[in-house]
């Protein structure tokens, strides 16, 4: 079993005010209230810098940290996993009206799974592109449960998710320190690289749980 | 030892949190706080129409209006000249005439240099816990008891 908070963002994005340091920080803290967060995937917006390393500091708070990307699509955001050269090559991360169709089979293509974020949010989530008839064939995970939606955001999106079967994530979606880990996705495996998670997606063995559901989870 | 010190470096701990704090703030305030400003009333902080016309709901609380409530806040709290910086980012507008609830939590804790700093992240919210109005980090400089 491994808990992921699969969205969050540090001082790398515009809008963010954690260091990854004051993140892994805050998950020893959530762990000393009883919750388990085994690691974050950061997923800075419109971005992905292959050189950025943080495994030194993942070893010394032994937290597991992989990195992603936010990338703003036609359809809205979309949350990328396992980023590779080729991806970075074919994909401008920095074209905030790229075709969102185009962008998730460009990740498969490459070993990547794109997850579209926070799809209730309104104004900008994939249920309002479906509700003027878009189709998303491509689709098949969305982020159930976004810590910086609105409850009625959160809501629309698992009414998605019941009505296409779509699976679903859950992360914080953190800006601030104190916010990471608010939601993470539950997996069955167990997860240490950004290879892994895609599997672990693609497993469909997975849920999106609040970190209050973690409590009286087993440590991993 | 400052004579004013109301919180010191010690006291304070990793994953502290700090409120809600409730304010709210009222139409007579922000007329007030924009005439000293100078910013004459009618403008969209203090009038409907005006709000209106460059596509608000309603007037809104100044941005610096709410720094300063933010401010006062946190040396209300941790006294008065160790607010070493604020670093707001507004994601809604902050209304009148309503609850606003802030919030802190320690976020990081260090001495270094001979300071003793800590770093408090800031929520403002109405009552119900939904997406803020603002959030942020504010460095403070605190006494030591040593």
Partial sequence: MTYLDLHSHSVASDDSRATVEQYLKWINVLRKRGFTVDGIVLTEHRQYDFDVDYSQLAEQYGVI???GAELDTCFGHMLVYNITPGLARDVDFGDVKMDGRELIKAARH????????HPGRFGIGLVEYMALGERFDDVSIVERVNGGSKPEENERADELCQRTGYLGTGGSDAHLASHIGRVVTEFKANIATSEQLVEALMSGQFRPVPIAETAAAPVS | MPATAKLYFEDTELG???????????????????SLWGNPHPNRFTDQAEAERVG???????????????????????????????????????????PLHVAFQISDTSQQDGLNQVQCDI??????PDRPYIIGTALLTLPSRE
């Fill in chain 2, 123 to 128: 929520t403002m919210t109405g009552p119900v």
């Fill in chain 2, 16 to 34: 502290d949190e700090i409120g809600p704090i409730i304010l709210s703030v009222t139409d007579e305030q922000v007329i007030d706080f924009c």
């Fill in chain 1, 110 to 117: 490459h070993g990547g799974f794109v997850v579209p974020a």
């Fill in chain 1, 65 to 67: 940290v992989l990195k």
């Fill in chain 2, 56 to 98: 608000l709901d309603a007037p809104i609380v100044p941005g610096i209006m709410s720094m300063a409530l933010v401010s006062r806040a946190l040396t209300d709290w941790a006294g008065p000249g160790v607010v070493s910086d604020l670093d707001l980012v507004f994601r809604g507008s902050v209304p009148h005439n309503q």
